[in-house]
């Protein structure tokens, strides 16, 4: 149960014990990670295989699909932890593979939906600004100089062909769309944080997909706090892999513990965005 708004640091301090906190839960996690990564790796083998028996086709199917009921059990479960956190809660929730898969649905949708908007715009100003078109010309323009010098059989001269005119268009168009494609898909990122804050709290798909009730959120506990707790997770989590990742160069056979470190850094960032709606839970 909430009992207090946490300031930022304490949220990160928090967020970051509650997996060894919680040991047993977090061991399970890792165990069923574990397995749908095995599952994932053997569909993948008996499909590159299957040409060589229909029957490895068919397990490669069905470990493919048991993967994929993995992923939405591992996925809800994840959203429930994010639940433990606005609650402020100190256990972490106990498994329930029925409704963690249907949750994790729910996750995905909620997913798809807060990606489709920025993308859906993302493309509208590729149009706008033309990019399609000017990737046709300068294909046109290649294409000329190509059949021009075929007599020859060399295509050496044909990129200087190719306008300076046409490449400065398509480079001008590519950075506008590029950039403005960075910063919707920053911008729904944290709004979607805020979708599946709302999704967990409530356990409503509706609430969740409330893009604009979701932005409002944002407001409610304070951008800068915001901001400041989903970076830190970041910075945190890029901090210690970059410590790993050196570790792992100079040992290479201690990159095992991944496998530990992954999950953990996943309780720790939904816990940390769950303290964060808590504000306002």
């Given at each position: ?19 060894s ?8 996690y ?5 397995v ?26 069905i ?7 993995l ?19 100190e ?27 920025p ?25 000329t ?56 709290n ?20 304070g ?17 210690i ?14 990159s ?26």
């Amino acid at each position: 149960m909430k009992v207090f708004n946490m300031e930022i640091i304490d949220i990160i301090k928090e967020a970051f014990i509650f997996p060894s906190n919680n040991l047993e839960k977090l061991a399970i996690y890792i165990v069923l990670t574990f397995v749908m990564g095995m599952l994932v790796v053997g569909g993948i083998f008996s499909f590159v295989f299957s040409s060589q028996s229909s029957a490895l086709l068919i397990v490669g199917l069905i470990l493919c699909i048991a993967a994929i009921i993995l992923a939405l059990i591992i996925s809800g479960y994840q959203l429930k932890i994010m639940k433990s956190g606005i609650d402020q809660d100190e256990e972490a929730p106990a498994f329930d593979w029925k409704n963690d898969g249907i949750n994790g649905i729910k996750v995905i949708v909620l997913g798809i939906v807060y990606f489709i908007i920025p993308a859906i715009i993302v493309g509208i100003v590729a149009l706008i600004t033309n990019v399609p078109g000017n990737l046709v010309q300068i294909i046109q323009e290649y294409s000329t100089s190509i059949n021009a010098t075929a007599a020859v059989n060399s295509t050496a001269s044909a990129m200087p062909a190719v306008s300076s005119a046409s490449w400065a268009a398509l480079g001008t168009s590519l950075a506008i769309t590029a950039i403005i494609a960075f910063v919707l898909f920053i911008i729904f990122a944290f709004i979607q944080t805020m979708g599946q804050a709302r999704l967990a709290n409530t356990g409503s798909l509706g609430n969740g997909l409330n893009i604009v009730e979701a932005a409002k959120d944002i407001s409610r506990i304070g951008v800068g706090k915001v901001i400041a707790v989903i970076l830190l997770v970041f910075i945190v989590i890029m901090v210690i892999q970059g410590i790993l990742g050196y570790i792992y160069g100079q040992i290479p056979q201690l990159s095992i513990i991944s496998i530990i470190i992954t999950p953990y850094f996943v309780f720790f960032t939904q816990r940390a965005y769950g303290l964060l709606y808590s504000d306002i839970a």
